[in-house]
């Protein structure tokens, strides 16, 4: 079994390379190996692409070798048709013998039919190698299907003292409190998640444009509340380097809990996984309504000894980073 979870510990690690881009398809892994070496490898083309498991078979130099060879994945491989033809068949069709699967795709269109599939035809199939790493590695997938909502992420910085906006502001843009380091963090988040979402607030104030400027990457799209449709379209946000999705009282109902609303508008539109970048009452509104999954908070190293107070919220913190002077603390919805 040992050799089976370096295996798939390596897919997990080069599947990382679609994320931001298979959405809303998983970001997969998978390597091909004979002999206790490795013949061929892919992760999840683009959105529309092959999967990870063509691209491993294509790349295998010598095809004869794959009838004795072990294929890896960190996914159920699929049995049905999308945009493209089914894993499962492509598998059988060219042979293999063994398959290692990390977790099971619980998806309803999946849901074991590839597993069944493969072990109809005679291949001896291992399931569950590193399951909770792979679950964990397709969060927004699993996420998103079995909850109907996106994987959502909480951001923000915040001072020493807690606070995560001056009480005044002379100009209509940010007030830094984290470093730049950790403002291009920020915006790598933003070429890895769907969409990201901010108050009305935060659009009045900051003027934001929510791209990946720092990044290499897509875009999010953008989501703004905007209860009135009042916000003029001269904001950056709804400049012509993404799309932009207001969120307004003609497609919610602000008198009812809005956190849940917007998660099912964003479950309709078919995104996955969205940051919440704020303000604090935006943030506020999700926590309240425990509709978060992870909360990614910056602490710089600066004190505004008044302003607008950091949300309130309760979260195990399941990692505490430094970045120069600042320190980033990841939190798991329990």
Same mark, same amino acid.
């Given at each position: 079994?040992?050799?089976?979870?370096?295996? +798939?510990?390596?897919?997990?690690?080069?599947?990382?390379?679609?994320?931001?881009?298979?959405?809303?398809?998983?970001?997969?892994?998978?390597?091909?190996?004979? *002999?206790?070496?490795?013949?061929?490898?892919? $992760?999840?083309?683009?959105?529309?692409?092959?999967?990870?498991?063509?691209?491993?078979?294509?790349?295998?130099?010598?095809?004869?070798?794959?009838?004795?060879?072990?294929?890896?994945?960190?996914?159920?491989?699929?049995?049905?048709?999308?945009?493209?033809?089914?894993?499962?068949?492509?598998?059988?069709?060219?042979?293999?013998? *063994?398959?290692?699967?990390?977790?099971?795709?619980?998806?309803?269109? #999946?849901?074991?039919?590839?597993?069944?599939?493969?072990?109809?035809?005679?291949?001896?199939?291992? #399931?569950? #190698?590193?399951?909770?790493?792979?679950?964990?590695?397709?969060?927004? $997938?699993?996420?998103?299907?079995?909850?109907?909502?996106?994987?959502?992420?909480?951001?923000?910085?915040?001072?020493?003292?807690? $606070?995560?906006?001056?009480?005044?502001?002379?100009?209509?843009?940010?007030?830094? +409190?984290?470093?730049?380091?950790?403002?291009?963090?920020?915006?790598?988040?933003?070429?890895?998640?769907?969409?990201?979402?901010?108050?009305?607030?935060?659009? #009045?104030?900051?003027?934001?444009?929510?791209?990946?400027?720092?990044?290499?990457?897509? *875009?999010?799209?953008?989501?703004?509340?905007?209860?009135?449709?009042?916000?003029?379209?001269?904001?950056?946000?709804?400049?012509?380097?993404?799309?932009?999705?207001? +969120?307004?009282?003609?497609?919610?109902? $602000?008198?009812?809990?809005?956190?849940?609303?917007?998660?099912?508008?964003?479950?309709?539109?078919?995104?996955?996984?969205?940051?919440?970048?704020?303000?604090?009452?935006?943030?506020?509104?999700?926590?309240?309504?425990?509709?978060?999954?992870?909360?990614?908070?910056?602490?710089?190293?600066?004190?505004?000894?008044?302003?607008?107070?950091?949300?309130?919220?309760?979260?195990?913190?399941?990692?505490?980073?430094? +970045?120069?002077?600042?320190?980033?603390?990841?939190?798991?919805?329990?």
């Amino acid at each position: 079994m040992k050799i089976h979870e370096k295996y +798939i510990k390596y897919c997990i690690e080069i599947a990382k390379n679609g994320l931001g881009t298979t959405r809303p398809n998983p970001m997969v892994g998978c390597v091909i190996v004979h *002999n206790d070496t490795i013949i061929g490898e892919g $992760f999840t083309s683009p959105y529309g692409g092959p999967h990870a498991e063509v691209n491993a078979i294509n790349s295998v130099k010598h095809k004869g070798l794959l009838k004795e060879a072990t294929l890896y994945v960190t996914l159920e491989p699929c049995s049905h048709y999308g945009k493209t033809p089914p894993c499962s068949d492509l598998i059988v069709e060219k042979k293999i013998p *063994n398959v290692v699967i990390g977790c099971v795709d619980d998806h309803s269109v #999946v849901a074991g039919k590839g597993i069944e599939k493969l072990k109809k035809w005679g291949c001896q199939v291992t #399931v569950g #190698v590193l399951e909770e790493a792979c679950k964990n590695h397709h969060k927004r $997938f699993f996420n998103f299907h079995n909850k109907k909502r996106p994987y959502i992420i909480l951001k923000w910085a915040q001072t020493r003292d807690g $606070f995560i906006a001056p009480e005044v502001k002379n100009e209509r843009k940010p007030v830094w +409190i984290t470093n730049t380091f950790s403002r291009q963090l920020t915006h790598k988040w933003r070429t890895e998640e769907q969409a990201i979402l901010v108050g009305t607030q935060t659009v #009045v104030k900051d003027n934001p444009s929510l791209t990946a400027r720092d990044w290499k990457g897509l *875009n999010p799209t953008r989501i703004v509340i905007d209860q009135n449709n009042g916000l003029a379209q001269t904001n950056k946000v709804f400049n012509n380097d993404a799309e932009t999705i207001r +969120i307004t009282s003609e497609n919610a109902d $602000f008198s009812k809990p809005l956190a849940d609303q917007i998660a099912t508008i964003l479950f309709k539109k078919n995104i996955n996984s969205v940051i919440i970048e704020g303000g604090a009452k935006t943030l506020q509104t999700f926590i309240d309504e425990n509709l978060w999954d992870e909360a990614r908070v910056f602490i710089g190293n600066s004190r505004f000894q008044t302003g607008v107070k950091a949300p309130v919220f309760s979260g195990h913190c399941i990692s505490e980073t430094k +970045i120069k002077d600042d320190i980033l603390k990841v939190y798991s919805n329990d």
